[in-house]
């Protein structure tokens, strides 16, 4: 069975720095994308960015390049997003995702179950 | 961000057939990309509902299915159940400078 285990909410304040992690399981870590899925409070979904954690080949959302830093560590099988200057705006849940692609295009098959990450300025 | 606009809610009562839109562009499903749907109850991670042309994964009822045209996209749900009353967020890929991996807007089903 695959999963994906994301650590736990965080509180962190304005200009503090932050790192959160997702951790797969029951499958081949290395071979299969990895995204990030940004949810605001009473918002929708937003893809940040994406990572092969095989090369670590990192494709980010134009939005979001610059704001935060994608990685991965394959003999962990765990993927990370972090933030250096966090912003009261970055108050969301993130998800991880993994990213199956075939002849139906390429979506989002397995979910973690979100990091609540409030930021208090 | 988003490049693919969703009715914010619809509602029907149970037993009904309720369609959710997802309009993009020529960068989006106009281009050929698929789209793919996914539910999400309220407090909970999404979870994939369909991909492509009307793939559901195990255990993901057949009162769910999809259409497609031009550069829009639509989700059926025949039968309409209490347990489908959740968020529906449709998926693409964008093929613009603006973004790559898009969802929709969201759309809130209401079940009466």
């Known amino acids: 069975e695959v999963q994906l285990v994301q650590s736990g909410a965080e509180v962190k304040k304005a200009g503090e720095s932050l790192k959160i992690s997702c951790k797969g399981s029951?499958?081949?870590?290395?071979?299969?994308?990895i995204a990030w899925v940004r949810q605001m409070p009473g918002k929708g979904l937003e893809c940040m960015g994406i990572i092969y954690p095989g090369d670590s080949d990192v494709r980010y959302t134009p939005s979001f390049e610059g704001q935060v830093t994608i990685s991965a560590d394959k003999s962990m099988s765990t993927a990370h997003l972090q933030w250096s200057d966090l912003k009261a705006s970055d108050t969301a849940t993130y998800y991880c995702?993994?990213?199956?692609?075939?002849?139906?295009?390429?979506?989002?098959?397995?979910w973690g179950q979100g990091t609540l990450v409030t930021v208090t300025s | 961000q988003s490049m693919l606009t969703q009715p914010p809610s619809v509602s029907g009562a149970p037993g009904q057939t309720v369609t959710i839109s997802c309009t993009g562009s020529s960068s989006n499903i106009g281009a050929g990309f698929d789209v793919h749907w996914y539910q999400q109850i309220p407090g909970t991670a999404p979870k994939l509902l369909i991909y492509?042309?009307?793939n559901r994964p195990s255990g993901v009822s057949d009162r769910f299915s999809v259409s497609k045209s031009g550069t829009s996209a639509s989700l059926v749900i025949t039968g309409l159940q209490a347990e489908d009353e959740a968020d529906y967020y449709c998926q693409s890929y964008d093929r613009s400078l603006s973004g790559h991996y898009v969802f929709g807007t969201g759309t809130k089903v209401i079940v009466l």
């Open positions: 492509g042309f009307s």
């Open positions: 029951g499958y081949s870590f290395s071979n299969y994308w």
């Open positions: 995702a993994k990213q199956r692609g075939d002849s139906s295009g390429y979506f989002f098959e397995d």
